[in-house]
């Protein structure tokens, strides 16, 4: 256990529809990042939060939104989705960016 | 912008032997960090190890140590007395900009 936390762990839902991931970051980790892994790919960074705020911002589509709580979860809502969206999605928390980040174990995604 | 690059999509190794994975990055940044990932079978990523960029000394972590060449911007993973549980996904990733910027991933395979 890594200490993040994300749920649930797959996800199967239709084209059009709208989910929401959820993180909950390692204990005194004040940073959380989402990124997003398709099949057999790197990880492509979406967006940073830092203690509530936004911090940095990837390739994010505009149908992704993203927010981080007053108790540091974190909530990453995909809407209108499409086939291609069907990926990997992980969370990650960090308490200093140079310190390398702890990654959850991902929310498989699939939309048929 | 940062972009890093792993030329090898998959390596193979018997058990007990060592391995070198290659990884060069490009960015303009004077501090930044890198890191060497590993995602098992089971997804989940796993920090391998780490690396400041203004450290001369390679850093090692038990069986894994890193060849970390600033000039020639090149970060190669060594991995000694390989084992079958080394077998995964190993990425490198460049950081210290708000998130980390990953390459592409080699494919491990150790064998008996």
């Known amino acids: 256990d890594s200490g993040v936390t994300q749920t649930p762990k797959h996800l199967i839902t239709a084209t059009g529809q709208r989910v929401t991931l959820r993180c909950s970051p390692r204990?005194?980790?004040?940073?959380v990042y989402w990124y997003q892994q398709s099949l057999d790919q790197g990880l492509q960074f979406l967006i940073q939060y830092y203690n509530g705020e936004e911090r940095a911002k990837g390739n994010i589509l505009e149908r992704f939104s993203a927010q981080q709580f007053p108790d540091l979860h974190s909530e990453l809502n995909l809407s209108s989705l499409e086939l291609g969206d069907s990926a990997l999605y992980f969370c990650?928390?960090?308490?200093?960016?140079?310190?390398?980040?702890?990654f959850g174990s991902g929310t498989r995604l699939t939309v048929v | 912008a940062q972009t890093v690059t792993q030329s090898q999509p998959e390596m193979s190794v018997q058990e007990a032997e060592t391995v070198t994975l290659s990884c060069t990055y490009d960015?303009?940044?004077?501090?930044?960090?890198l890191f060497w990932y590993k995602q098992p079978p089971s997804r989940q990523m796993i920090l391998v190890i780490r690396?400041?960029?203004?450290?001369?000394q390679n850093a090692t972590e038990n069986r894994f140590s890193v060849n970390f060449q600033k000039a020639a911007k090149s970060f190669s993973l060594k991995i000694s007395d390989s084992q079958l549980g080394d077998t995964a996904m190993y990425f490198c990733a460049l950081g210290g900009f708000q998130k980390l910027v990953f390459g592409t991933g080699t494919r491990l395979l150790v064998s008996p």
């Open positions: 960015t303009s940044e004077n501090n930044y960090y």
């Open positions: 690396q400041e960029a203004y450290k001369q």
């Open positions: 990650a928390s960090s308490v200093l960016d140079n310190m390398g980040y702890t």
């Open positions: 204990s005194g980790d004040l940073s």
